[in-house]
């Protein structure tokens, strides 16, 4: 799908808060209400808008641990590269997956309450998976920003 210069104006905006209503997103960009809501509309339905979600304050549900994990596989043919990605998919504690270049084939970003969920879920999901070569964690100490929200190219 081919997005025009109003398109990437509405989803700058709307990906910052879904709540705006159209009327306020239409003003900015010189749309009306109904003109801004067809072209949301359509976005969803071609997958460029793929989820409406809320962004939580991690430590406020009890969340207090982020880490971030390379994972080393043994066998990188396709089907073992998806296995291991469709076991860590599932998993509510994942919150990113990555598959990357370099010395790891995934990187993990690992939220969970504490070091004993965190130990639970290397358990689960690392150490006991054959696969698994290696795997090394970073915790993470700040978390200055924490967003879904990209630079939306011209």
């Given at each position: ?5 109003l ?50 304050d ?68 690392l ?28």
């Amino acid at each position: 799908m081919s997005l025009d210069k109003l398109d990437r104006q509405i989803l700058s905006l709307y990906q910052h808060d879904t709540r705006l209503p159209a009327e306020q997103i239409g003003a900015q960009v010189g749309l009306s209400a109904a003109a801004v809501q067809r072209r949301l509309k359509r976005l969803r339905e071609a997958g460029v808008i793929l989820a409406e979600t809320a962004s939580l304050d991690l430590r406020q549900i009890g969340l207090g641990l982020v880490a971030i994990v390379s994972v080393d596989l043994v066998d990188e043919s396709a089907r073992a590269l998806r296995a291991f990605r469709d076991k860590v998919l599932v998993r509510a504690d994942v919150q990113h997956c990555y598959g990357v270049t370099g010395p790891a084939d995934y990187v993990l970003i690992v939220v969970v309450a504490d070091l004993a969920a965190y130990d639970a879920f290397c358990k689960a999901c690392l150490l006991h998976d054959p696969n698994v070569r290696s795997f090394s964690t970073q915790i993470a100490l700040e978390t200055p920003k924490r967003s879904a929200t990209v630079g939306i190219p011209d």
